[in-house]
């Protein structure tokens, strides 16, 4: 079983800025998609952002708006969304999720997923 931790999160205000990390506990970290999902009360888990094995290719929600960043450095196994102009309706928990050897935007893609952490942007 793959341990995914994520970190980062909590209460900023309307415009504010916020970094999540995502550490996992794998042996050959650069063959695993690092992917972000978030989920509202009453919604279902959506996509957010994804960096793929191998050469890092991005991928982004199409609600991320350029507002987003995600990147990852292999040697110490960990992913980050860096999230800036955020609004109120960003609030969620944020899931970080784990494929190896292959990457995607939905749900089924990933195998591995983390506890998640809280996200809330004030107004």
């Known amino acids: 079983q793959v341990q995914l931790i994520e970190s980062g999160g909590g209460l900023v205000q309307d415009g504010g800025s916020l970094r999540l990390s995502c550490t996992a506990a794998?042996?050959?970290?650069?063959?695993?998609?690092l992917a972000w999902f978030r989920q509202a009360p009453g919604k279902e888990r959506a996509f957010v952002a994804a960096?793929?094995?191998?050469?890092?290719?991005?991928y982004y929600g199409e609600f991320v708006e350029e507002r987003f960043n995600i990147s990852r450095v292999d040697a110490d196994n960990t992913a980050y969304l860096q999230m800036n102009s955020l609004k109120p309706e960003d609030t969620a928990i944020y899931y970080c999720?784990?494929?190896?050897?292959?990457?995607?935007?939905?749900?089924?893609?990933?195998?591995?997923w983390g506890p998640g952490t809280q996200v809330t942007v004030s107004s």
């Open positions: 999720a784990a494929a190896q050897f292959k990457v995607g935007r939905v749900v089924g893609a990933y195998d591995h």
């Open positions: 960096i793929s094995w191998g050469g890092g290719t991005k």
């Open positions: 794998v042996r050959t970290f650069s063959s695993w998609t």
